[in-house]
């Protein structure tokens, strides 16, 4: 580690440096453009909201009440509330909708955008940053929907991620002071994080490895530092640390998402490995269309894991020089390894080869280690431009060129979600009229399939209660077991089944072995069955 001296002198450097110049104003720019196109896909619906988002605005909507406040999200003992948290005092203002949810996301980007650039910035340098916010600003399909729709953890983690090393990054070259609330507030954001989502384990133990060297660095300015950073822990993480202090062993957090977790021996190493890593981490990163991955955009994986391997090299040697980069290495490699352990996490499961579209979710966090993944093209530029000054302006194309490749890619897959935009309004369009035809017809309890159920019953502000039917016709995951009792004791519910669905073929079949009366609406891409009599509930025929 270099001595006060240099410690002294990297601090008096970046300290002394304008930031409001050429590159902080285009970023700006940059990033206002990326909040505006955010924001206007929440006005326009999309993405297309689901039964998971609705189950979460559902929790907001009973804390907005004082009816309910969950720790974790519906019927499960893992995943932290926060969303529903942030989206409460939103329903007390707007009223409770889709939009007014997705509003704290909408926030958490803007965190994300800002902290990203001050990161950029620090550890790559003002240009890189402005590629880096440019890179941020565009957005995919799967990377708009990991962002805005607001069904558990994931527009948040990676906000607060980022704020959190660049904490620990500006408290190791010494910007920042080691003070008590400083690092009490790093304690708090990380057992914030912890209690939202382990999908974010990685960059924690990044940032905590971060942190933990620059307490070293601090030369006794920090002493007790290791207690307040976990006071703050304890206080950030108090949801979750009370659950499992209170509940059974079978409840707990980690006995529950381990029970979840699967190693992936359904699937083969060659599946999981074009999965999760050709196919994931394009598709995870914002380089592929709605739904699907070019093989031109597939082949991005491999510059990807190569210059992720570059910069992790780089980051290890520049670690044993003993100047005023060196810290900016420590952080460059613990974002090279933070990265590195999401993918191989990610690739050892089976949905990575199961559902690679849906799944490549699981590598939103990616989108942290950015400025490390452009960095090696940046000090190629530098070296080159280094060895012959006479040719600076040339040499700088070896970064502009794929800088300019990679925004090119992502600017196809965002402009392939805007031309998606009105087909997910005309689908949306056809949910809510299934909403509103059961409002105006009295129908206030129903069965149906899980994608339908809590999104129906968000969407009528529980005017209409739903408890969930398998395809088989038993009972479903009902994640608010209240709306399961209350349809359970209903006289005569309603059943709704998507059109052309096994479901469908189900219900029909089990309504005329019973012999019930019924009458059936076919109201958007739905059926809608209501026997005329009581009776009792199905089952399998």
Request: net charge positive.
């Amino acid at each position: 580690m270099p001595d006060t001296a240099q410690l002294s002198d990297a601090a008096v450097e970046l300290r002394n440096r304008s930031w409001w110049d050429l590159p902080t104003r285009i970023a700006c720019l940059v990033g206002a453009g990326g909040l505006i196109y955010r924001a206007a896909l929440i006005a326009l619906g999309a993405p297309p909201t689901n039964s998971d988002e609705a189950t979460m605005g559902l929790a907001a909507l009973h804390i907005s009440r004082g009816e309910d406040f969950p720790v974790f999200f519906y019927g499960q003992s893992y995943m932290g509330t926060i969303e529903a948290y942030l989206a409460a005092p939103m329903f007390w203002v707007f009223g409770p909708s889709t939009v007014a949810l997705r509003l704290p996301t909408l926030l958490c980007y803007l965190v994300f955008v800002v902290g990203m650039f001050a990161l950029s910035r620090l550890v790559v340098g003002p240009w890189p940053a402005v590629v880096t916010t440019a890179v941020l600003a565009l957005g995919s399909d799967r990377v708009i929907k990991n962002q805005l729709i607001a069904a558990g953890g994931y527009p948040e983690i990676s906000p607060g991620a980022v704020w959190l090393i660049l904490l620990a990054a500006l408290l190791g070259v010494g910007v920042l002071r080691p003070r008590r609330w400083i690092l009490a507030l790093c304690g708090a954001v990380a057992g914030l994080l912890f209690w939202t989502h382990w999908l974010i384990l990685p960059y924690l133990a990044a940032a905590a490895a971060v942190l933990f060297l620059a307490l070293r660095r601090s030369r006794g300015q920090g002493r007790g530092g290791p207690a307040w950073v976990l006071l703050g822990f304890i206080v950030g993480a108090a949801p979750l640390l009370w659950h499992d202090l209170t509940s059974p062993l079978a409840e707990n957090s980690l006995a529950v998402f381990l029970g979840q977790s699967d190693p992936g021996d359904a699937a083969s190493v060659a599946g999981r490995m074009s999965g999760g890593v050709l196919f994931g981490i394009p598709m995870g990163v914002g380089l592929c269309s709605p739904g699907r991955c070019e093989p031109w955009q597939v082949a991005w994986a491999i510059p990807y894991l190569a210059l992720l391997a570059a910069a992790g090299v780089l980051a290890a040697r520049g670690i044993r020089r003993s100047d005023s980069d060196q810290f900016r290495n420590v952080v460059r490699l613990a974002l090279v390894l933070a990265a590195v352990v999401s993918i191989v996490a990610y690739a050892r499961s089976s949905a990575a080869a199961a559902t690679p579209v849906e799944s490549a979710r699981y590598l939103s966090p990616l989108l942290i280690s950015t400025p490390v993944v452009l960095w090696p093209l940046w000090r190629l530029t530098a070296r080159l431009a280094a060895a012959d000054s006479r040719l600076r302006c040339r040499h700088q194309w070896a970064a502009v060129v794929p800088s300019a490749a990679l925004l090119s890619t992502m600017a196809v897959a965002t402009s392939g979600l805007m031309l998606h935009v009105p087909m997910v309004q005309a689908v949306e369009a056809r949910r809510d009229l299934l909403a509103a035809h059961l409002v105006q017809t009295g129908v206030s309890e129903v069965y149906a399939d899980y994608w339908t159920c809590n999104r129906l019953t968000f969407a009528t502000r529980e005017r209409v209660r739903c408890a969930v039917l398998n395809d088989d016709l038993t009972p479903g995951l009902d994640r608010y077991l209240p709306y399961r009792q209350a349809v359970a004791s209903a006289d005569r519910p309603a059943y709704v089944a998507p059109t052309q669905h096994a479901l469908d073929d189900r219900l029909r079949a089990w309504l005329a072995g019973a012999g019930l009366s019924h009458q059936v609406t076919a109201v958007g891409d739905h059926r809608v069955y209501l026997p005329d009599q009581p009776h009792t509930r199905p089952t399998s025929p």
